[in-house]
């Protein structure tokens, strides 16, 4: 993509069942931007996820080509009978970055959670990554102080 190429050739849509090879080739996109390993190439487990309603994966093309892409997870509530959107990842290839293809991951989630009728969609940045936080300000996301804490390794 060239500087002056405009974002509207990037094409984002949600994965599902029928997206195996899609959804393996975005899930690599993605851990290659966070430098882990890639997916795990045994099948079982990625088509439990793509079958599930509570699992949500977007992937971001352009001429074809995976850039990017955006995980999440459905969470229902105990209070309501409401649920929520908790974006998990959200990972864009360096050589895509700064062209407006989070905003269209994003935005394809916020429409999708519209129609689903969820309402709160938050998600966890690292204090460190200042880059992802100046992004989900100026989407408009209101940022809350919490502490998150974990057993086991940080992920």
Known sequence: ??????????????LGAG???LARITLNVMAKVFETDAVDDRD???????RSPQFW?????????VVGGLTG?????????????????????????RRGVATRLMS????????????????VAETADSHALAFYRAIGMAEMATT????????
């Open 57 to 65: 994966a977007f992937t971001a093309t352009i001429d074809g080509r």
């Open 108 to 123: 394809a989630a916020r429409q999708s959670a519209q129609v689903e009728g969820i309402d709160e969609i938050f998600l």
């Open 19 to 21: 997206d195996l090879s």
């Open 148 to 155: 998150t804490f974990a057993y086991g390794s940080p992920a």
């Open 44 to 50: 079982a487990h990625l088509v439990d996820l793509l």
């Open 1 to 14: 993509m060239s500087q002056s190429s405009s974002v509207t050739q990037c094409h984002t849509r949600r």
């Open 73 to 97: 997870y459905t969470l229902p509530m105990a209070r309501t009978a409401a649920r929520e959107l908790f974006i998990y990842d959200l990972a864009v290839d360096a050589a895509y970055q």
